[in-house]
């Protein structure tokens, strides 16, 4: 007779509208068992918070790949290193600068990648550099009916280029023309997943509303912005050595909060493969 042994998942709510501490083992983590029960909860609470687990990069990886498709942008498949320190990451530093505000990764792709993981291996100083998380499928659920009626339809441009301009007011025209080789890309501001499920799409990379006069779209994109940024919908993560985080980018917007770029915070990050195209 055999016995079959089943891991059953650990965890505890941060708050009702988002966010849960998973308080399974590394092993149990690894073992992939509780891989459709982690993917269930993510759905439901944004960002899955891994305290103190303290996964080397092959850990990581293997961690990531239990759970979908595992992705890089490195051509050795390494990890991608997340800091805002220019000696460290010379390539991606000044792109970076972006991530201090609200955000989905990937609005440029139509198919954005389904969710990403960061392991904290060096902090910054606390009071700075916590990652904020918000719930767009809350933010959108809890929007009135009439409210909701008015914006189900609307399209939205979402570029690269718009971004310069939260970190540098008068970028050069080369610098412009840069980002602008990017292109754009018009999405849906509600996006309805192959669920059911209607999340909100917005970020700094939301440039305009289609058919609405510019005044009128800045409303919507930074109203919207600051109700789905909200108390109730959102969780500032303050990092020790050895955190990984997890967030569905399907169904949340994150950003860094400010730190000094020479403070030496690092984040090793792994992403998994997109499932389903904005719709
Ligand atoms: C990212 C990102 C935020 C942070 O890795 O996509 O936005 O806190 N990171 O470093
Ligand atoms: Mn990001």
Redesign the pocket.
Known sequence: MSVATTTALRFEKIKDKIGARVLNTKAELLSGDLAQGLRDLIEQVGVLVFPQIGFTDDEQIAFTRTLGTYTTENADGSVSK?TLDARENPASAEY?KG?LYW?I?GTMNGVPIFA?M?SCKVPSPKGT???GFCNTYAAWDDLPAERKAELKDLRVVHGVWPTVFYYEPEPSLAKLKGMMRVGENELPLVWTHKSGRQSLVLGCTAQRVLGVDAMASAEIIHGLREWATGEAFSYSHEWDVGDCVMWDNTGTM????WYDPDCGRM?H?TKLEGEEPFA
Do not use: K, P
């Not at 994150?254 to 909060?257: G, I, K, L, M, Q």
């Open positions: 997340i970076l991530s955000h990764d990403s960061l550099g916590n990652t994150h950003r860094a909060e984040m990050r």
